[in-house]
């Protein structure tokens, strides 16, 4: 049986089709035209804006199955790499604004509890009283209990968005809010890249601009290299421009959920760190007295490498232990190197040190060395120390050197000096903090030195192991009544374990290690060996004591040294530091300057956080010049203190008692810029007093 067709309908539908491709032919006409002119735009902006960016959009090389698809509502949509599916469905704007309304409306925002500090009425540091009121105040304000911010409002200090897609997200956000700091995350790209189709970006980078804003872009990052790039960011502007951001994820992912995964993981390392003011004058003062005990500069940099020369860096780490024999068999074909108390392991076990690495201030960690080594054998010994060190230490050893520490007052102070005296800069040795063997490896890998060995710097502990060395000054356990100090504890963070599963370590020695990393990643070095059963170093080799062979060959170690003090240290030749260097008017000046700026008259949440941001930008402008060292004087203060008030601003309903709350913190932050207005010309020069009785 024949069906019968209805030749009507079926032309009707056929007309339908041909006319629905035809219209689809229309907008892909309509699409090219408009997203070639686009792209052309987006380039020049960005070769204005973003010369780096430009570049790479110059230089990419799209695959052969690169394809927009233009979609019923006539905009771009796009299939990602690896995957099956488009991005967007056929009206990506409808759908793009209906996922702004449900997180603008159900936002989530970064957040930090600044009750947390510790409450210490017994220290008289200006710092310490001041964080002291902090944490006070932001207790009674906690205590009101009002109702938090629900909803992102109309300004808002950041905004850090994960996934650019095709970008239309990003101009319908900026019309809804303004941000003062707006960065950008994208993994693929080459999403970004299909972006430039159907993006005005030139139209964002020029609203944002016009704003007084900042825009980052974060392109083909993972999530190692994100951090990097924020951490530069943060050391550059300061961390207020992350503490209290808005948390927008557009486009789905593994990559990109696993990116925010371990930025949440992360975030902590930037909620402390920033220096303070005690910190900075004391640092500045131990500089001071640096140069007038006629300490050698480090000034020099390795012109080539040295592979042959065994350089033992020690640490007080369990694994110290296991590799006692090898270091006693192996000492005098190697330069001995201990870290901080290790020196007082290595001499309970009989194992001769050639340099000893120091970096801590305080007068207290002056007087435990004082205790815990004979003076006699000290002036065997040969000094490494950052600039920050306790100055008197010097006069202890045979010889000191001394090496400039990055993000220091007194760092500036000198290279200033390095370049008005003997007309160079002064090198500054990298990730060489939070702990001593960061300084050690620092030191050492700048000297040009690549046979490396690392014994004792675990950065943790097996889960049931011990926490120092044997023979170290610390107690066994902390709670019991053995002699020895107290060690800090670790607290249950775990770091994969160089010959084991993983190892147990807290916050400080978490930051070691990825500093540790980082140092080993700059130099590019691969054939350090870390010994023992502490935490695995990526870019080390994970090797037991047992596998150690002997050093065969032996060194002229008197030559070695000295060629470390003569090829690398330079004593300036001055005597003391001019008062032009110190700038006591300069500092006067500048605070005078930032207390006008807190005295203006603020009407709302928008205009408080511009006086913020005017006040650190303004403070941010004296980095890398003269009054380099006044800037860290400042820095970590004006971080402490803004990154609270800017939270504090954008945390509550209430804007009224948001600006309230805001008010009285602004007089806690005069007062303290006063304070140090008024201790900086009585005390650039004072040595840290901590600890002395």
């Given at each position: 049986m024949?069906?019968?067709?209805?030749?009507?309908?079926?032309?009707?539908?056929?007309?339908?089709?041909?006319?629905?491709?035809?219209?689809?032919?229309?907008?892909?006409?309509?699409?090219?035209?408009?997203?070639?002119?686009?792209?052309?735009?987006?380039?020049?902006?960005?070769?204005?804006?973003?010369p780096?960016?430009?570049?790479?959009?110059?230089n990419?090389?799209?695959?052969?199955?690169?394809?927009?698809?233009?979609?019923?509502?006539?905009?771009?949509?796009?299939?990602?790499?690896?995957?099956?599916?488009?991005?967007?469905?056929?009206?990506?704007?409808?759908?793009?604004?209906?996922?702004?309304?449900?997180?603008?409306?159900?936002?989530?925002?970064?957040?930090?509890?600044?009750?947390?500090y510790?409450?210490?009425?017994?220290?008289?540091?200006?710092?310490?009283?001041?964080?002291?009121?902090?944490?006070?105040?932001?207790?009674n304000?906690?205590?009101?209990?009002?109702?938090?911010?629900?909803?992102?409002?109309?300004?808002?200090?950041?905004?850090?968005?994960?996934?650019?897609?095709?970008?239309?997200?990003?101009?319908?956000?900026?019309?809804?809010?303004?941000f003062?700091?707006?960065?950008?995350?994208e993994?693929?790209?080459?999403?970004?890249?299909?972006?430039?189709?159907?993006?005005d970006?030139?139209?964002?980078?020029?609203?944002?601009?016009?704003?007084?804003?900042?825009?980052?872009?974060?392109?083909?990052?993972?999530?190692?290299?994100?951090?990097?790039?924020?951490?530069?960011?943060?050391?550059?502007?300061?961390?207020?421009?992350l503490?209290?951001?808005?948390?927008?994820?557009?486009?789905?992912?593994?990559?990109?959920?696993?990116?925010?995964?371990?930025?949440?993981?992360?975030?902590?390392?930037?909620?402390?760190?920033?220096?303070?003011?005690?910190?900075?004058?004391?640092?500045?003062?131990?500089?001071?007295?640096?140069?007038?005990?006629?300490?050698?500069?480090?000034?020099?940099?390795?012109?080539?490498?040295?592979?042959?020369?065994?350089?033992?860096?020690?640490?007080?780490?369990?694994?110290?232990?296991?590799?006692?024999?090898?270091?006693?068999?192996?000492?005098?074909?190697?330069?001995?190197?201990?870290?901080?108390?290790?020196?007082?392991?290595?001499?309970?076990?009989?194992?001769p040190?050639?340099?000893?690495?120091?970096?801590?201030?305080?007068?207290?960690?002056?007087?435990?060395?004082?205790?815990i080594?004979?003076?006699?054998?000290?002036?065997?010994?040969?000094?490494?120390?950052?600039?920050?060190?306790?100055?008197?230490?010097?006069?202890?050893?045979?010889?000191?050197?001394?090496?400039?520490?990055?993000?220091?007052?007194?760092?500036?102070?000198?290279?200033?000096?390095?370049?008005?005296?003997?007309?160079?800069?002064?090198?500054?040795?990298?990730f060489?903090?939070?702990?001593?063997?960061?300084?050690?490896?620092?030191?050492?890998?700048?000297?040009?030195f690549?046979?490396?060995?690392?014994?004792?710097?675990?950065?943790?502990?097996?889960?049931?192991?011990?926490?120092?060395?044997?023979?170290?000054?610390?107690?066994?356990?902390?709670?019991?009544?053995t002699?020895?100090?107290?060690?800090?504890?670790?607290?249950?963070?775990?770091?994969?374990?160089?010959?084991?599963?993983?190892?147990?370590?807290?916050?400080?020695?978490?930051?070691?290690?990825?500093?540790?990393?980082?140092?080993?990643?700059?130099?590019?070095?691969?054939?350090?060996?870390?010994?023992?059963?502490?935490?695995?170093?990526?870019?080390?080799?994970?090797?037991?004591?047992?596998?150690?062979?002997?050093?065969?060959?032996?060194?002229?170690?008197?030559?070695?040294?000295?060629?470390?003090?003569?090829?690398?240290?330079?004593?300036?030749?001055?005597?003391?530091?001019?008062?032009?260097?110190?700038?006591?008017?300069?500092?006067?000046?500048?605070?005078?300057?930032?207390?006008?700026?807190?005295?203006?008259?603020?009407?709302?949440?928008?205009?408080?956080?511009?006086?913020?941001?005017?006040?650190?930008?303004?403070?941010?402008?004296?980095?890398?010049?003269?009054?380099g060292?006044?800037?860290?004087?400042?820095?970590?203060?004006?971080?402490?203190?803004h990154?609270?008030?800017?939270?504090?601003?954008?945390?509550?309903?209430?804007?009224?008692?948001?600006?309230?709350?805001?008010?009285?913190?602004?007089?806690?932050?005069?007062?303290?810029?006063?304070?140090?207005?008024?201790?900086?010309?009585?005390?650039?020069?004072?040595?840290?007093?901590?600890?002395?009785?």
């Open positions: 024949i069906k019968n067709i209805d030749i009507n309908n079926e032309l009707e539908h056929i007309s339908e089709k041909l006319e629905k491709t035809i219209k689809h032919q229309e907008r892909e006409a309509i699409f090219a035209t408009e997203a070639n002119e686009r792209f052309e735009k987006n380039f020049e902006c960005f070769a204005d804006f973003f780096d960016i430009a570049i790479a959009i110059k990419f090389k799209t695959k052969n199955d690169f394809c927009l698809h233009v979609t019923d509502s006539g905009h771009g949509n796009f299939i990602p790499s690896g995957g099956s599916t488009l991005l967007y469905s056929q009206d990506p704007m409808a759908q793009t604004k209906k996922q702004i309304h449900m997180q603008t409306s159900n936002p989530a925002f970064s957040f930090t509890d600044y009750t947390g510790p409450e210490n009425d017994d220290d008289t540091r200006i710092h310490i009283r001041y964080m002291t009121k902090l944490t006070q105040f932001m207790k304000v906690r205590a009101e209990d009002k109702p938090r911010l629900g909803k992102l409002p109309s300004s808002f200090p950041s905004a850090i968005i994960f996934g650019i897609g095709l970008g239309y997200h990003v101009p319908l956000l900026l019309e809804q809010t303004q003062d700091y707006t960065f950008l995350v993994p693929d790209f080459e999403q970004f890249f299909a972006s430039l189709f159907c993006t970006w030139f139209e964002v980078i020029n609203k944002v601009d016009a704003d007084g804003g900042c825009l980052f872009f974060h392109l083909g990052v993972d999530h190692e290299s994100f951090i990097t790039d924020i951490e530069k960011i943060a050391e550059d502007i300061g961390a207020f421009s503490v209290r951001s808005f948390c927008y994820q557009h486009t789905p992912g593994v990559e990109l959920n696993d990116l925010i995964k371990q930025w949440s993981n992360d975030y902590f390392r930037f909620q402390f760190g920033h220096g303070f003011y005690n910190d900075a004058i004391t640092g500045l003062a131990h500089c001071i007295h640096h140069i007038r005990n006629k300490a050698a500069l480090l000034t020099k940099t390795a012109q080539e490498m040295d592979f042959d020369t065994p350089i033992f860096i020690v640490g007080n780490g369990p694994s110290l232990d296991e590799a006692e024999v090898f270091l006693k068999n192996n000492h005098q074909k190697g330069i001995v190197i201990a870290a901080g108390t290790a020196i007082a392991s290595l001499y309970n076990k009989g194992i040190v050639d340099f000893h690495v120091l970096v801590e201030r305080p007068y207290s960690n002056y007087k435990i060395f004082g205790d080594f004979p003076a006699d054998e000290y002036k065997k010994v040969n000094l490494l120390g950052l600039n920050t060190l306790y100055p008197d230490t010097n006069k202890r050893y045979k010889w000191a050197g001394i090496a400039g520490k990055g993000n220091e007052a007194g760092t500036c102070l000198m290279e200033v000096l390095c370049l008005t005296h003997i007309y160079q800069g002064l090198p500054l040795i990298p060489c903090n939070p702990v001593v063997a960061n300084a050690a490896l620092s030191f050492f890998l700048h000297m040009g690549r046979n490396i060995y690392l014994f004792g710097v675990d950065n943790g502990k097996q889960l049931s192991g011990s926490h120092h060395s044997k023979d170290s000054i610390y107690k066994v356990n902390n709670d019991d009544d002699l020895g100090y107290t060690c800090l504890e670790f607290d249950g963070r775990l770091l994969k374990g160089n010959l084991s599963e993983s190892v147990i370590t807290n916050d400080l020695f978490f930051v070691a290690h990825v500093q540790l990393e980082k140092l080993l990643a700059h130099y590019k070095v691969t054939s350090c060996i870390n010994v023992g059963h502490g935490a695995k170093l990526q870019g080390a080799i994970p090797t037991a004591v047992e596998h150690l062979i002997d050093i065969e060959r032996e060194i002229d170690k008197d030559l070695a040294i000295s060629n470390i003090k003569n090829d690398f240290f330079t004593e300036l030749p001055i005597d003391d530091v001019e008062d032009r260097f110190i700038a006591i008017d300069k500092l006067e000046e500048i605070c005078e300057h930032l207390l006008s700026i807190i005295d203006e008259n603020i009407t709302g949440r928008a205009t408080a956080a511009k006086q913020l941001q005017r006040q650190a930008r303004y403070v941010y402008s004296l980095k890398g010049t003269t009054l060292h006044i800037f860290h004087i400042i820095k970590g203060s004006l971080l402490y203190y990154c609270p008030m800017i939270t504090l601003l954008y945390q509550y309903e209430d804007e009224v008692f948001c600006l309230e709350k805001y008010k009285q913190l602004n007089k806690l932050w005069k007062c303290y810029i006063q304070e140090i207005m008024a201790d900086y010309k009585i005390h650039y020069d004072e040595k840290c007093d901590l600890g002395k009785e």
